[in-house]
């Protein structure tokens, strides 16, 4: 266990540092000078040289990379141009926002997806099956932001059960998590339905296993075995789905947020893009590649605990 | 066949039709506004309503097909010619440097969903549909490289490899005259999935803006302006979601029917 984790956290390190590199380039390298890009043409000089020497950008590139990434390990991101405030402060401000989001976007398609599952695979042919199925085939199909929008015409709109957009802050955290339910449920939905199928599909492979029928031999019960044997086995899969669908959801958000107002980070995004401000571009995309290698790894290292096999063939 | 299949392939029919009909004749001008006519319910002379600048809807979604059809296409040229070369080349020399350097390479590129790519390549040089192709196209590249990778490994345990190897064929030889045909459906099966995907992405980044640009017609920028119309007209904003939906579908039947139909074995497991 000790050799695997170690070789993951290599692995980790150079994958942290080789998207750092990537993003350093595309946003720094490939536009010449990043500080006329972000200005434009019509830029005066003094502004120029005032932004040239905010970005350090007379140091040489290696140095310019590296102040950039010892700041972040430092949690200095830089500052943003047009907001004249810490790239960290704005991240931090809406991490509460985009955070919570996809997380509870992952606690709805799995409470959506497992019983979905379970019960397609417990009653594999039947009606629910075929039900559960072809819902899981549209859930699929179905643009998220689409869905979206028809959530807020039935709901908002028609029922006034929820506000179409905005968020009023967690200070009141009833209010708060309501303004995200919306959101949450057209994030999970397409989720949902890919992870309704691969835990069906999983727990199928599972009851033909021969410690199934084992278990029926000693004399459980259909439901006694698929409860007790199946599902747990049929879980591990589901983890490693489970993992690579946070970082979906974080990226999601993005559009998401979009939809309904939400000032998270894909606002900010955005808003940087929109007023060309790469400092907090190139800060915000690090950190949600940095987020998607750790969540990776995290699924990794669970993985590896859950099922040993994977520990002895590394 | 299975009905999955057939209603797959109709579905996908149907829109490629509309696209290339497009080419050649749309029922009326989007290029022009006809604002009198505007958010105009679906009737006999538009059959699918207006839009806020009294466009068309069915004329704006043929050529929105068209679009979303060319991007996704592309995107997954673009996936299939770097990855499957890359997947083969893995295979052939598993377990060298090299192998271990494009598998890590493959992982890294997978940490950036399509939309980081997107919004990486529009930061700095602008929105544009060509840009939408080489995001989703890069984010494909890995999806085919390993794919190809893990189904030409266990084919290079084969017979008919050893004896291929017998008569003195290079590695790179076996893998295009052998390995390749025999995982050329499952690229086919994958390659499909992948598009409905691109779809999807498609009108994902057109959607926020960083697909297509105005007036190229797009069915996420379509969605794009209708969101703010959506409680007087809702026709405007339920036409091109459908487009995107049933067509999405409509590729991913026919990629789950051409796998049963390409490999049995599994036909029984997956109904």
């Not at chain 1, 830029?43 to 120029?48: K, Q, S």
């Not at chain 1, 992952?106 to 497992?114: D, E, P, V």
């Not at chain 1, 059960?161 to 009833?174: E, K, L, M, R």
């Not at chain 1, 449920?185 to 296993?209: N, T, V, Y």
Request: glycine share 8%; charged share 15%.
């Amino acid at each position: 266990m000790i050799r695997y984790t170690v070789a993951r956290l290599t692995s980790l390190i150079i994958s942290l540092i080789v998207a750092s590199l990537v993003i350093f380039s595309v946003i720094e390298v490939i536009p010449g000078d990043p500080a006329s890009f972000m200005l434009g043409i019509n830029a005066r000089e003094d502004t120029l040289a005032a932004l040239r020497s905010e970005m350090g950008l007379d140091k040489p590139l290696a140095i310019r990379y590296f102040d950039w990434v010892i700041g972040m390990l430092q949690g200095d991101f830089g500052n943003s141009w047009t907001y004249k405030t810490p790239v960290f402060e704005l991240v931090a401000d809406r991490i509460w926002v985009s955070l919570p989001l996809a997380i509870y976007a992952l606690i709805l398609s799995t409470l959506i997806a497992f019983p979905a599952g379970i019960l397609a695979a417990s009653r594999r042919g039947g009606v629910s099956d075929v039900t559960i199925m072809g819902a899981t085939q549209m859930g699929v199909a179905i643009p998220n932001f689409w869905f979206a929008m028809i959530m807020v015409l039935i709901f908002a709109i028609n029922l006034r059960w929820f506000s179409a957009g905005g968020f009023p802050g967690w200070s009141d955290p009833i209010q708060g998590l309501k303004s995200l339910t919306l959101p949450a449920i057209s994030l999970a939905l397409p989720q949902a339905a890919i992870l309704a199928r691969i835990m069906r599909s999983s727990l199928l492979d599972m009851l033909s296993e021969d410690f199934i029928r084992t278990a029926r031999a000693k004399g459980l019960s259909r439901r006694q075995a698929l409860w007790r044997h199946a599902v747990r086995n049929a879980l591990i899969p589901v983890i490693t789905i489970i993992g690579l669908q946070f970082s979906f959801l974080l990226a999601g958000g993005i559009i998401i947020e979009q939809i309904f107002f939400l000032p998270g980070l894909g606002r900010l995004i955005f808003q940087a893009i929109s007023a060309r401000d790469l400092i907090v571009v190139e800060s915000v995309v690090m950190l949600l590649v940095f987020t998607v290698i750790i969540v990776n790894f995290a699924v990794d290292i669970t993985y590896a605990i859950v099922d040993p096999r994977l520990r002895r063939k590394s | 066949m299975s009905r999955g299949l057939i209603i797959g392939a109709f579905l996908t029919l149907i829109f490629a039709s509309l696209a290339c009909v497009s080419l050649l004749w749309i029922p009326y001008d989007i290029e022009t506004f006809q604002i009198p006519n505007k958010l105009k319910r679906p009737n006999w002379d538009n059959w699918l309503g207006t839009d806020h600048f009294g466009r068309d809807i069915l004329s704006m979604v043929m050529m929105g097909a068209r679009t979303s059809i060319a991007v996704a296409l592309l995107a997954v040229g673009i996936g299939m010619v770097i990855g499957v070369p890359l997947g083969l080349f893995s295979a052939a020399r598993r377990g060298s440097f090299l192998d271990e350097f494009i598998m890590r390479g493959n992982d890294l590129i997978f940490a950036f969903p399509s939309l980081v790519i997107a919004i990486l390549i529009t930061a700095v040089f602008g929105a544009s549909a060509v840009n939408a192709i080489v995001a989703i196209g890069i984010f494909n590249i890995p999806v085919f490289a390993r794919l190809t990778r893990a189904a030409a490994l266990p084919l290079w345990e084969r017979d008919f490899v050893l004896s291929a190897r017998v008569c003195g064929k290079s590695e790179m030889r076996i893998s295009v005259e052998h390995i390749f045909p025999n995982i050329m459906n499952l690229m086919i099966v994958q390659g499909t999935i992948q598009f409905s995907l691109g779809i999807l992405a498609e009108a994902s980044l057109s959607y926020i803006g960083l697909g297509a640009q105005p007036p190229t017609a797009s069915w996420g920028r379509m969605l794009a302006d209708a969101q703010t119309l959506v409680s007087i007209a809702p026709h405007v904003a339920l036409v091109p979601g459908f487009a995107i939906l049933l067509m999405v579908l409509g590729l991913n039947l026919m990629g789950d029917g051409l796998r049963d139909l390409f490999d049995p074995r599994i036909k029984k497991d997956r109904a």
